[in-house]
């Protein structure tokens, strides 16, 4: 079939486990987990794509793709259901030769060489279903054609002291990338990859054919395609990305971002209208808050009945939260029942959970005498937590209780 | 549809507009704000998408532009189909047809596409009631009697205020029509029509074809009411939770009605969603210092001051230090800072600056027109 030619073809890296999310990734990839009251992760990758004018987006799924097939459906909610281009779900498929999984980050682009050909781009943007930011692609290509890069990393001026949880850049004082150190020991320098590429697909295609046909590599753009790249002297260009940007991989930092959002001083605005974040909407009545509840400092969705207490807390659509019940710098994903008397504090609880009467689940850092003993409490999914049960600081419930 | 039945719905957008004639000033009865998220013609719509039709025309007339807008192609009600679908069916689509003034003139005007489509049996309904009914219960007893038309029509107790947009059916012990009153001078207990009716295609073509050749332009009057003996009309009581909207304080209780969790839970159960057209809100926020008691919020709103029983549509602001109370605010209305505002209903896009005090009455809301700065 005839495919107009795109300049620009996204990648989105949406197989991942994300088993630092533990009772959330049991049955979703991590891309699909709810974030921001009626958003998923993978929403913010997508919104960024349509908003920098990018409307053919390839979303490589490998781990229980259900939820995320699901949710992406034809790609209409982004405007992303297109007759040329649009959003294609790329799960692992069998061919002549047999059957793989992807093998790596590399490998799955390698096994959808054909879906980019297709469209015949110069650029291919390599995004992953992990962060939270509002960025504009466009900008960034504009760098990468600037600089005549082969490569593009977009790249965060992190403390030096979380330098060395990150991939760190090292560059000389044109934005060129002189060497690239994997969660550094010792960091030389404090540009941490945000995980964003950008690369000239005619270059791109060539290292991974060449990493596909040398069995002693790993499949993997960290650990071949971009050392590769380096060491071939090829081009390749830091971007800096000054706004907000979040890895929600681990139950912490996915709390933390949710807070950020009741943060006046953080720069991640949901309510601008030039940048819109778009997410497939729940078909539910507004929200209905009864005569009885105290609600500041919080997001709440469509189709939430709250009668209780609320503070500093993010509700998704469909929860009710009974006369009497407290929830406070918590998270409430869709479809949760929060009866009454029940008390949720510094916690996350799944999707369709129940929480029984006078439970309690989780504590205040404060009410907790050592605090290497607190923690962010978590439900799963679909969990009954029982009367007056208590699920601790740090606890990940995946079973009812 | 349970038994392959295939089922026309017909939807007319413009019955009723001199109701409300603030509201209609710019729009379609259809496509009047309700709510805190809704227009008045996805109640109809999805009642007749959730009781398994899949053809629906939308009847015109004039002022019809923010209905087009809403609907789109139907997709939101998952009637943008190959087959069957959505179909907005504008005045003077062939030659005969033009401004209608009347339920069979209209029916005339869109004779073609009625002639047209496969449909055995055409379910009927304007945009007034907003309730959540199962079309296909209708359409069982309608064929369970053998009745030539069914009308749906609910017992309600009404004033002679609200009699004055009614028509009031009386019936044998078969539940047959034997008496039909417009406008009737009554107050009191009454069984009154919800303007949705059920008949089989060939039915209504011959009854259009009959009244277009003398003239006749009124379905209440020349049918209803004038052929009560001839034909076999048979009432269908539909007993769910409804409004009926005749007037600006009719239009102010039925949004107000929804606050009770009761009502809300009976016109949105959850196996018979509401669909409208998506906005892509962000969730609401309830800043510092904000306290909200008692009302219905659609998404997108920011929150800063105080809110009691209200219905807050899609993106409106409420500036910190604000009291807003019996208020009725229709999409990105901004009360500003301080504001005092009581027993109001703001169309879209009103902007209150700060500081201001404004007060209707509960028997008499003050409208506040779309656009309008104060």
Known sequence: ?401 | MSNNRNVLGLIFSNMHDGTIPDLTKERTMGSVLFGGRYRLIDFPLSNMVNSGIDEVGVVTKSNYQSLLDHLGSGREWDLARKIGGLHLLPPFSHVQSGMYRGRLEALYGVFNFINYSNADYVVLSDCDVVTSIDFSKVIDQHIATGADITAVYAKDIINAEQAQHATVFSFNEEGRIVDVLLAPHISGAANISLNMFVLSKEFLKNIVLEAASKSLYSFEQAILQGRTREYKIMGYEHEGYFSKITSMETFYKANLDLLNLDNRNKLFPENRPVYTKVRDNPPVKFAIGASVKNSLIGDGCIIEGTVENCVLFRGVKIGKGAVVKNAILMQDTVIGSKCDINAVITDKNVTISDMRMLTGSQNYPLYIGKGAVI
């Open chain 1, 1 to 401: 079939m005839y495919k107009t030619k795109k300049e620009c073809v996204a990648m989105l890296l949406a197989g991942g486990q994300g088993s630092r999310l533990y009772a959330l990734t049991h049955d979703m990839a991590k891309p699909a987990v709810p974030y921001g009251g009626k958003y998923r992760i993978i929403d913010f990758p997508l919104s960024n794509c349509v908003n920098s004018g990018i409307d053919t987006v390839g979303v490589l799924t490998q781990y229980q793709p259900l939820a995320l097939h699901d949710y992406i459906g034809n790609g209409q909610p982004w405007d992303l259901d297109k007759l040329n281009g649009g959003a294609h779900c790329l799960p692992p498929y069998q061919t002549a030769l047999g059957a793989e999984w992807y093998k790596g980050t590399a490998n799955a682009i390698y096994q959808n060489i054909a879906f980019i050909d297709r469209y015949d781009p110069d650029y291919v943007v390599m995004l992953s279903g992990d962060h939270i930011y509002k960025m504009d692609y466009n900008k960034m290509l504009q760098f990468h054609k600037e600089k005549g890069a082969v490569a593009t990393i977009a790249v965060q001026d992190v403390p030096l002291e979380e330098a060395s949880r990150f991939g760190i850049m090292i560059t000389d004082d044109d934005s060129n990338i002189i060497d690239f150190e994997e969660k550094p020991k010792n960091p030389r320098s404090t540009f941490a990859s945000m995980g964003i590429y950008i690369f000239s697909w005619k270059e791109l295609r060539q290292y991974l054919i060449d990493n596909e046909n040398n069995p002693d590599e790993d499949k993997d753009f960290g650990k071949a395609i971009i050392p590769n790249m380096l060491k071939a002297n090829e081009k390749m260009v830091a971007y800096m990305f000054e706004g907000y940007w979040k890895d929600v991989g681990t139950l912490d930092s996915l709390w933390e971002a949710n807070m950020d959002l009741l943060n006046p001083n953080i720069p991640i605005d949901l309510y601008d209208p030039e940048w819109k974040m778009y997410s497939k909407n729940p078909i539910m009545p507004p929200q209905y808050i009864g005569p009885n509840a105290v609600i500041e400092n919080s997001m709440v969705t469509d189709g939430c009945v709250v009668d209780g207490t609320v503070d500093f807390s993010v509700i998704y659509e469909g929860v009710t939260i009974e006369k009497g019940a407290t929830v406070t710098d918590s998270i409430i994903m869709p479809g949760s029942v929060i009866k009454s008397g029940a008390v949720v504090e510094y916690a996350i609880v799944g999707e369709n959970c129940v929480v029984g009467e006078g439970a309690q689940i989780g504590v205040r850092p404060e009410a907790v005498e050592n605090r290497d003993d607190w923690g962010i409490a978590v439900v799963g999914h679909n969990i009954t937590i029982s009367e007056n049960a208590k699920v601790l600081p740090k606890q990940i419930i995946s079973e009812n209780i």
